[in-house]
Structures are given as structure tokens and as C-alpha cells.
């Protein structure tokens, strides 16, 4: 197993890295810069989008072309080709203590997004399902900052990560009306260091989270034990997916501006990287059907 730095810029928080098996590249985010980024790994090359907003948490790529962006208060489209964002839905307009932030695709195409707490405090950020036809429904309520959604490689659980109360949770999710209900605790990480943040799930059904603040990446068996920790080069790590030709490679983001008055003091911290050597294949992330 090796690590790569990918590139040498420095991002403030690189964010829901996704691998486009169609066109072999990988998209992710710097949330505080509102940018959308695409490297090809062939050739190098980094393009960027800047997105007119306040905080750009997450985005899923769209069948028909373009993306959605989570965004500030909810939903919205976007088009590489002129950058044009338009609203689809702002489920939480008005609440200035929330911001929407990270987002996933189910197998079926719809797109399940999560709201934090600004202050990273109470409990009182949300967990949405937007549907195929651009209807929005709030399935959970109760977290302080979600993260990670991921899925069981049947689809039939969801797992969704609780930054700021120290816990990964899960669902059973029904794949025909995209209910998830019946939450509980799948991992506390009260007492192993770290805060989990980006997730994702490897084709044998293992859970892998990135630990925020922790400098590790863990993989975690469908029975919520610990198997494996990556050490890392840098210390907040953000968040993981799995890419390449064989969807062997995991690609990591990491945040490099400061937090709470303190920052990672990595020297490649805020870097995007890619591990090499797994031996573990990943599933493909669909494409948001609507």
C-alpha cells in the first residue's frame, strides 16, 4: 500500500470526492471556497468551477447531465457547461443556525442530504430524501452535523455518521420508497479518537469512515468492529471514496484552513490524496436519476 499527493494545492475543506466511471475522473469540493473541482488522473489536470454561494456542502452528479449541489439552505442544479445554479428546493430557508452539508445517491437514484448545526452544538439539524421528481421529504431529525451516507451493498441499510456526537448510525432503508427508519447506534467513536466524517462502503460491505482530527481512515465490518486503521499523512482527514479503472484506489480529502482557532499542522495538510495497493474493490456511487 503506498499514498499519493495528488497535486500541491492546499484546499480550506476538501470535501465529497467522487469517482465518474464514465468519464475516469474524480469531482470533490472545497466547501468554504465554493468550488467545484474535476481532476483526470491521465493527464494531471485540476479544472475548477466557482459556485456563487455561502457554503457548498456536497454534490451528486445527475444522469442527464450536470449535478446537484447541496448548498446553504437545500437543493439546487448545476451546469458545468455555463455554471448556471438554479434553486430546486430550500428545505431549511431561513434557519441561519443550519446549513445543508453532506449528501449520497441510493442504487435507485434518489439522493439522501443532511443538514449540520452552525455552532456544531445541538441537535437540531435534519436528514432529507430528494426524489426523482424533485420532491423533497425530511426522513430524520436529531444531528448535530451529519456525514457520510453510505449504503450496504444491498441497498437495505443505510448508514449515516453524526460528526459532533461521536457516532455512526443505521437505518434499515426501504429501496422502494427510499423510508429510512429504526435508527440506532451502529459504531460510537466517543473513545477512539476522531470525529467520523466522510464515509463509504467497499464491495464486501465494510464500512470505511474517515476520522476527522484523528489522522486515520478505519474500516469497519457490517458488525461494527473495527477491522483495519490507515494511517495518514495529515490529521484531518474529511472525507473518502473509492476510483480508479478497477475502483481500487481510494481518494481522500483533508481540510487545511483553520478550525475553532486551531489548525492541522501537517505539512500537506489540506491535500487530496489517493491510496495505492488496497486490494479492495469499491462500488460504483450512481448518478442522482431526477
Known amino acids: 500500500m503506498n499514498i499519493e499527493r495528488i497535486g500541491d494545492e492546499c484546499y480550506d475543506l476538501g470535501e465529497c470526492p467522487i469517482w465518474d466511471p464514465q468519464d475516469r475522473v474524480l469531482y470533490f469540493v472545497d466547501c468554504p471556497a465554493c468550488a467545484m473541482f474535476r481532476y483526470n488522473p491521465r493527464n494531471g489536470d485540476i479544472k475548477r468551477w466557482d459556485v456563487d454561494c455561502g457554503y457548498l456542502g456536497s454534490f451528486a452528479l445527475r444522469t442527464g447531465g450536470g449535478a446537484i449541489l447541496v448548498m446553504d439552505d437545500g437543493f439546487h442544479t448545476f451546469d458545468f457547461e455555463t455554471g448556471k445554479v438554479t434553486a430546486i428546493v430550500e428545505p431549511e430557508a431561513g434557519r441561519t443556525n443550519l446549513c445543508f452539508n ?32 424533485l420532491t423533497c421529504t425530511k426522513i430524520d431529525d436529531g444531528y448535530i452535523c451529519s456525514n457520510g451516507p453510505c449504503w450496504s451493498p444491498d441497498g437495505g441499510t443505510l448508514y449515516v455518521s453524526d460528526s459532533n456526537a461521536d457516532a455512526i448510525f443505521a437505518y434499515d432503508y426501504d429501496t422502494v420508497s427510499g423510508n429510512a427508519t429504526n435508527r440506532r447506534t451502529f459504531l460510537s467513536t466517543a473513545d477512539s479518537g476522531g470525529l467520523p466524517d466522510g464515509g463509504t462502503v467497499d464491495a464486501e460491505g465494510h464500512i470505511w469512515s474517515a476520522h476527522f482530527e484523528s489522522g486515520t481512515i478505519r474500516r469497519i465490518t457490517p458488525a461494527g468492529i473495527i477491522e483495519r486503521v490507515i494511517e495518514l499523512p495529515v490529521q484531518w482527514v474529511a472525507s473518502l471514496t473509492f476510483g480508479g479503472d478497477d475502483h481500487d484506489i481510494i481518494y481522500f480529502t483533508s481540510m487545511g484552513c483553520e478550525f475553532e482557532g486551531d489548525r492541522d499542522s501537517s505539512p500537506q495538510a489540506g491535500g487530496l490524496f489517493a491510496i495505492h495497493g488496497l486490494g479492495i474493490q469499491g462500488l460504483v456511487e450512481p448518478r442522482f436519476a431526477g
Open 102 to 133: 453532506d449528501c449520497k445517491v441510493d442504487r435507485q437514484g434518489r439522493l439522501i442530504a443532511g443538514s449540520m448545526h452552525t455552532d456544531l452544538t445541538e441537535p437540531v439539524a435534519n436528514l432529507y430524501r430528494l426524489d426523482t421528481d
